[in-house]
């Protein structure tokens, strides 16, 4: 019995290292969390603000595109040969070379930003993606119309689109779908059906 001060100090010693140590532990966790919470909450934040960006940058186009449709509408009411053709020619070009790479461009980020969330996808899909299969088969559609392919002459080419020009879209819509999404697809068939392809697949060749 007379080391037992000697063990009661030692185990308060070890007591007191232990501690000691799980508190720093304890801190540092804190500190490293607290740290990392604040840099993934700024990198959210500038996600955010890239994916806004994205949106204005498509609104600009999407305006511009708007703006040469109404001309090319308001010319074939007149009947300008040469205007006609040159705003068709020009609605094409600003359409593959301007408009679909910024859709592409936002609906990509969207798609890693929504990776996980059910609720956000099916919005953007609403609020986007169909209003951008409306527009695309309307603007198509109208610089194939048969009044103005007669205007132009008989040599005139209908314009056609790749279907890799808008698998984005489709790749949008087609990942994270499930077997209560069975309208998306009939829909999607249907949008591929009315810009000139069979199926909502991806064509390679």
Same mark, same amino acid.
């Given at each position: ?109 969207? =798609?890693?930003? /929504?990776?996980?969330? *059910?609720? @956000? $996808?099916?919005? +953007? ?41 808008? =698998?984005?879209? /489709?790749?949008?819509? *087609?990942? @994270? $779908?499930?077997? +209560? ?25």
């Amino acid at each position: 019995m007379k080391d037992w001060p000697f063990f009661v100090l030692n185990l308060g010693a070890f007591i007191t290292i232990i501690f000691v140590t799980w508190l720093w532990a304890r801190t540092s966790f804190v500190a490293e969390l607290a740290k990392y919470q604040t840099e993934l909450a700024t990198l959210q934040l500038q996600r955010n603000d890239q994916l806004f960006a994205l949106e204005d940058d498509c609104k600009v186009k999407h305006e511009r595109l708007r703006l040469i449709l109404k001309d090319l509408r308001t010319q074939l009411h007149l009947k300008n040969i040469e205007m006609v053709n040159a705003r068709r020619n020009e609605l094409s070009n600003v359409f593959v070379l301007d408009y679909l790479p910024a859709m592409q461009k936002y609906t990509r980020l969207a =798609d890693e930003m /929504f990776e996980h969330d *059910r609720t @956000k $996808r099916l919005l +953007f899909i609403e609020n986007y993606i169909r209003k951008f299969f409306d527009e695309s088969i309307d603007l198509l559609g109208t610089m194939n119309l048969e009044p103005l392919i007669e205007l132009l002459g008989p040599e005139t080419e209908p314009i056609r689109f790749s279907y890799m020009d808008f =698998d984005f879209a /489709f790749d949008f819509v *087609r990942r @994270k $779908r499930t077997i +209560f999404d069975f309208g998306l697809r009939i829909e999607m068939n249907k949008n591929a059906q009315k810009l000139g392809y069979q199926k909502d697949i991806k064509i390679y060749n």
